[in-house]
């Protein structure tokens, strides 16, 4: 099944090389903003990841939304493609996503171990979220 964020983010990787690649990765976090400093706490920190990642959910008309933040700035670009995909959107409809974007990109392939054990901790902590908001 397609999904248009996916297939967006996608166009916006097709044909780059992976300087490139992270460039963008760079830029997204850029756009990202950060988190206030009071919610960067041990609660909402993920662990798994190299680097601090911290995410925050709150529900609004049954949607989850996330706040997030990060010390490093690639894992920061790539939980915001990663929550462009997820926020706000109801906790079956999180779980029910296929990140297919992740392959598509090339993120699974060509990211460290470190880096890859981190984007699978943000997945499994947002899925986790989600979950708890399902039930």
Known sequence: MSDPIQDEIIKEFDG????????????????????????????NAISGCQSKVWVRSYTKNGRL??????????TKGITYLVLRVLND???QEILDTDLYFIEEVG??????PARAN?????????REIAEGEAS
């Open 16 to 43: 780059l090389e992976w300087f490139d690649k992270y460039e963008l990765l760079i830029n997204s976090a850029r756009k990202a903003g950060s988190m206030a400093e009071e919610f960067r706490t041990e609660e």
């Open 65 to 74: 939304l996330f706040e997030f933040d990060s010390d490093a700035m690639i």
């Open 89 to 91: 959107r109801y906790p």
């Open 107 to 112: 993120l699974k392939s060509n990211l460290s």
């Open 118 to 126: 981190g984007l699978a901790s943000i997945i499994k902590r947002i």
